[in-house]
């Protein structure tokens, strides 16, 4: 059996353009660009959310199983200097964002949605909760703040929280356990899944 779900909102970030939303583009972009000599390096990033609760309830009560597999099915609308090898990665976002109603074409762009530097909008001002470089802290979405997790949880637990970024810090902030990675590799217009 298939069962199908679509994501209730998606949007593209880029580094480049730090604080433009694409909220409500219909397309979604996937770019690693180093424009003139090189020197810069500027990455874009899908962001889906996806509404589980009925997978979850199916899965409680039995009818679906336990075992079953989950693909993301992305088309490709577009392609331009694709590399022969790649990987796109994909892990579970740690906070929570605002969709927004932009689109790459607007001029001037809109900002009142996520971006790679916001994760609500310019106005608002709420950045991405980059963490800092010791890797037990936890955030805490009540105090909007990072937290060691040692004090919140006792000794020993790890919340995982990572970023990255070349040019302009953002780009949002995933969990990082053991087995949250999902990956598909592409070799010369083939792929395999990981």
Not at 149 to 157: H, K, Q, T
């Amino acid at each position: 059996m298939i069962y199908s779900i679509f994501a209730q909102r998606d949007a593209t970030i880029y580094e480049r353009q730090y604080t433009m939303n694409t909220g409500i583009d219909p397309l979604l972009e996937l770019s690693h660009e180093t424009p003139g000599s090189g020197s810069s390096i500027y990455n874009s990033r899908i962001l889906l959310k996806f509404d589980v609760s009925d997978i979850q309830n199916k899965v409680n009560s039995g009818k679906i199983s336990e075992n079953a597999k989950f693909y993301l099915s992305l088309v490709t609308a577009d392609i331009r200097e694709i590399p022969q090898e790649y990987v796109v990665y994909a892990y579970p976002l740690s906070s929570s964002w605002v969709n927004g109603t932009g689109r790459v074409t607007n001029l001037p762009y809109t900002t009142d949605g996520v971006s790679w530097r916001y994760r609500t909008s310019r106005l608002t001002g709420t950045e991405w909760d980059i963490p800092p470089t010791i890797s037990q802290y936890e955030w805490d979405g009540i105090s909007e703040s990072w937290i060691d997790s040692d004090l919140l949880f006792g000794a020993n637990i790890s919340a995982n929280v990572t970023s990255s970024y070349f040019t302009h810090e953002g780009g949002g902030t995933w969990w990082d356990y053991d087995n949250l990675e999902c990956t598909q590799s592409f070799i010369h217009g083939c792929y395999r899944y990981s």
